[in-house]
């Protein structure tokens, strides 16, 4: 089986982490885990006083308690789409109410409400204003120009601004991290789930201001993260130049899969600041089918949302994650086959 429609980075996995299983004494199994270690290693890894970050149980465990803390139940959140589907069911599952504002496509290109978003701040209503940069499952990141635009209209309104960056180090750097000092409601939400491949230790962690952090940590369990998982991430922190050339890697493969894509007749293949590709294919769910048979998983989009114009936007396309360079001519056999 060829895994291809999580975002995995499945192929980042390789003998660093071996030496996990040597870091674990069987006291450490027996006790309940500490987190000042990791918490320091992260903080300098984010370049952010410790005071400023908070450890959870993925990027999405981040995602609720926010939304818990912040919006609870009938709380509006402004929800630019198509975005992470998990905002969608979380969102629902706190009883939040959503806003969306729709994304446009403009000369293969995936454009920003921006407008919408910064009249939707103006209005005062929102609770939570959620970004994904870059956005899962477009793949495409916020220019720094609209950033600062969000900036200046989330100054002086009560509505916190989340950033979820969970793509961060695949993409060319854009960030909101920078405004920090100056937006005491901005949370910036990273993982070590992607550029790490640790997507199984459910390692994120949210930087925000001291206040911010002591509100939405009220709403974890304790020891939310567990010893392997901690040991997991401290290895790859202290490689974390290791960590950047394999990312260098994904990323560079992922530049020559979109041209591979685009060569297939039929492929509309986007650009993406991320570890996948989305694409544009006529019959996209019989496609998907068909590869299914072949052993390979790819995600469907219009399947990633409840929203209809996310779901018009997301209309015959296919998320795929990048293959390591061993796989990708099997996988490009295999789609040529389906399509034609």
């Known amino acids: 089986m060829m895994p291809l429609d999580r975002n995995e980075s499945y192929w980042l996995l390789d003998e660093e982490l071996e030496k996990v299983a040597h870091t674990l004494r069987a006291k450490e199994l027996s006790t309940y885990p ?3 270690e990791l918490k ?18 993925g990027s999405d465990a ?23 589907y998990g905002y969608e069911s979380i969102l629902e599952r706190v009883g939040a109410k959503m806003l969306p504002i729709s994304y446009e496509e403009q000369d293969g290109r995936f454009v920003f409400p921006l407008a919408e978003t910064v009249e939707a701040l103006a209005k005062g209503t929102g ?26 209209a989330a100054r002086g309104t009560d509505t916190l601004i989340v ?9 060319s750097g854009t960030s909101f ?38 509100r939405v940590e009220k709403f974890l369990l304790p020891w939310p993260v567990a010893h392997l998982s901690v040991s997991a991430a401290l290895v790859l922190l202290s490689r974390a130049e290791a960590v950047k050339t394999r990312r260098d890697l994904v990323i560079a493969e992922r530049e020559h899969f979109i041209q591979s894509l685009r060569a297939i007749s039929g492929i509309t293949a986007y650009p993406s600041e991320t570890n996948f590709v989305l ?7 019989r496609v998907r089918g068909a590869l299914s048979e072949q052993g390979i998983r790819v995600a469907l989009g219009e399947a990633m949302s409840r929203f209809p114009e996310a779901k018009a936007l997301l209309k015959d396309t296919l998320r795929i994650a990048t293959p390591d360079p061993e796989s990708e001519p099997y996988f490009l056999g295999i789609l040529r086959g389906v399509l034609h």
């Open 127 to 152: 609770k939570i204003l959620f970004l994904c940069h870059p956005n899962n499952p477009l793949g495409s990141p916020l220019p720094s120009d609209v950033i600062s635009r969000l900036v200046t």
């Open 62 to 84: 981040a995602i609720e308690h926010i939304a818990r803390a912040y919006a609870g139940e009938g709380g509006e959140v402004i929800l630019p789409v198509p975005t992470f």
């Open 177 to 214: 991290l920078p405004f920090l000092a100056e937006l005491p409601n901005l949370v910036v939400i990273r993982t070590l789930s992607k550029a790490f491949g640790l997507s199984g230790a459910r390692v994120g962690y949210a930087i925000a201001s001291p206040e911010v952090v002591k």
């Open 34 to 36: 500490e987190y000042g």
């Open 40 to 57: 320091r290693a992260l903080a300098a890894y984010a370049g952010v006083p410790e005071d400023h970050l908070l450890i959870t149980p």
């Open 163 to 171: 950033s979820d960056e969970a793509y961060f180090e695949f993409s």
């Open 279 to 285: 694409i544009r294919v006529s019959e996209a769910e």
